[in-house]
């Protein structure tokens, strides 16, 4: 069974651009999350999506985060503009509603 | 929201040594979870423990829901051990909540 993929793996922005990141969950997966990891700290969601609904949104920052989950299959997560404290990784994770989160290898962000 | 607190914070051990990992958290939970994070970033699952023991290898952990803690024990480690361990939560919505996580090193 093919695992959570992300993309890109890394990237570098400077302040005030945009950036894009994808993720495909795993197959039949109708949960998926986004989170967010400071560096030294433990992952905090960003967003849920059940299918392609948004279950909740409550701690992303709309004013410059916006997702979503066209299809209820893969997602992507933009930011605009970046500002440097938003440099962390941003990590996929997806579940089957049952038990267990699977997460993917993440996309570190550097925001100069 | 719910809080969770690990312990230690940071732990070195030498190769072959045992440890315990602590987890605490502050209300009832549907779900509880250990990872462990690789130096490469990636999460890896351990346990889905929402309550009782389990065993994997040299791995183990046990949750008491009834007094919110977990533990997680590490037998005969392994510098392959070393990372970051997280303990999280979810109280029915799903989505998790984290602790601090603790840092494991271990040494040859």
New interface residues.
């Given amino acids: 069974e093919a695992g959570v993929a992300q993309s890109p793996r890394y990237k570098i922005i400077e302040k005030r651009q945009s950036v894009a990141f994808w993720c495909n969950p795993i197959s039949g997966h109708a949960t998926l999350y986004w989170y967010q990891q400071i560096l030294g700290q433990g992952p905090k969601l960003l967003i849920q999506f059940q299918n392609n609904g948004v279950v909740d949104d409550s701690q992303l920052p709309k004013d410059r985060f916006s997702a979503e989950r066209l299809k209820g299959v893969d997602s992507t997560l933009k930011i605009q503009p970046a500002k440097l404290e938003d440099s962390a990784v941003y990590l996929c994770a997806s579940g089957n509603g049952l038990e267990t989160q699977y997460f993917g290898p993440g996309t570190r962000l550097l925001v100069l | 929201g719910i809080q969770?607190e690990q312990s230690p914070p940071d732990l070195i051990l030498q190769e072959g040594a045992n440890s315990t990992l602590r987890c605490n958290f502050s209300d009832s939970v549907n779900?509880l979870?250990w990872?462990h994070q690789n130096p490469?970033?990636?999460?890896i699952?351990l346990f889905?423990i929402p309550s009782g023991t389990k065993q994997n290898g040299r791995l183990s952990a046990t949750t008491v829901a009834t007094e919110r803690y977990s533990l997680l024990y590490i037998s005969s480690s392994q510098t392959t051990d070393s990372g970051v361990y997280?303990c999280?939560v979810d109280t029915g919505?799903?989505?998790?909540?984290?602790?601090?996580?603790t840092r494991l090193q271990v040494q040859p």
């Fill in positions: 969770v779900n979870q990872f490469w970033g990636q999460l699952n889905y997280f999280a919505r799903r989505a998790l909540t984290f602790g601090s996580g």
